[in-house]
C-alpha cells in the first residue's frame, strides 16, 4: 500500500505564527521539503495580509522557491483577487476553501454558502485553460465549534456542487479536532462510493488528540492521501480552540513501522523539524522528534553497570 503525503506546514502551519518568519527562510524551507518525497506542498495564501499578516509575502515565497518537477505546488486563495494573484505566481493548484458550517464559513472568509459556490465558479472560470488545478476544501467537514456536528448528507451535497461548479478535487477538513475514528471511516467509505473517480485528501487537526487514529481510520475507509505539517504546528485563526495539524514525521513514523509506504524520507523531515523551535520560536507538538523512532536502541544499562 502507498499513501500520499502532503506537507501543509508553511500554509496551515505558520499562518497562527506571530513571531514574523522571514521570507528567505520560509523559502528555504520549501525547497528542504522539496526534495523529501512530498506529492504536494502548500506553500502559502494568497489572503488579506491584515487578517494573516504572517503570509503577506505570499507572491515573494511562490516565486522564490526552487520548483522540483515531481512535487505540486499550491496556494489556498479566499476569493477570485486572491486567485489572480496566484495565477501570476505561477501556482500549479489553487485549495478554495469553503466551510461545511454555514456560521465558520461567515467567520472565516466573511461569506454565505451561496457566495462562496458563486466565488468558487468565478475561480474555475480564471483559470480554464490553464495548466492549474483547482481543489476544493470542506472546512469543518466532521464537526463545527458553532453547530456541532455536521450531517454525511450535507457533506455529499456539498461535494455535488462543487464538482459542478468545476473543482477537479476535494479535501475534507477536520478543522478544530471534532472528529473521531468510526465517523471518518463511514464518511470515508461513504464519499469513495458516491463519488468513486474523485481524489479526496483528508485534512486533521490534532486538537484532541484523535489525529493519527483518524487517519487509519480514513485509511480503512479507503482514502490514500493526507495533509500533515512538519512538527504538528498550525490551526485555523478563526475557529475556538484550534490547535496544531497532525504531525508529518509523527504520521510518516507510524505507517512506516505499520509497513505502508509514503515515499516521504523521515530522516530528512526529522532534520528539517528540528530547525522549527528556533524559527517559530516556540517548543513544538510533534513527539518522535523529542522520543525518537522505535529503531533507534540504545546502550544496555546492564553493560554500564558492569564496567564498574
Known sequence: MMITINEVVTRDGFQLEGQWIPTDEKINLINRLSE????KIEVTSFVSSVHVPQLK??????????RNPNVTYVALVPNLKGAQRALEADVDEVNVVI???ATHNL???RQTHEQSLAGLKEIVSLF???RVKVNTSIATTFGCPFEGTIQPEAVCNFIENYLAAGADSISLADTTGMAHPVQVEELSRKVLEMFPNVPFTLHFHNTRGMGMANILAGIQGGITQFDAAISGIGGCPFAPGATGNVCTEDVVHMLHAMGIKTGVDLDQILSISKT?????????PGQII???????????????????
Do not use: C, R
Open 107 to 109: 467567520a472565516n472568509i
Open 57 to 66: 509575502d505570499a507572491a515573494e515565497v511562490m516565486k522564490g522557491i526552487t
Open 290 to 308: 523529542k522520543a525518537g523512532k522505535i529503531t533507534d536502541l540504545h546502550p544496555s544499562p546492564l553493560k554500564k553497570a558492569e564496567s564498574y
Open 128 to 130: 480554464k485553460g490553464t
Open 99 to 101: 466551510s461545511a458550517s
Open 276 to 284: 522549527l523551535p528556533k524559527l517559530i520560536g516556540h517548543e513544538t
Open 36 to 39: 523529501a518525497g512530498f506529492h
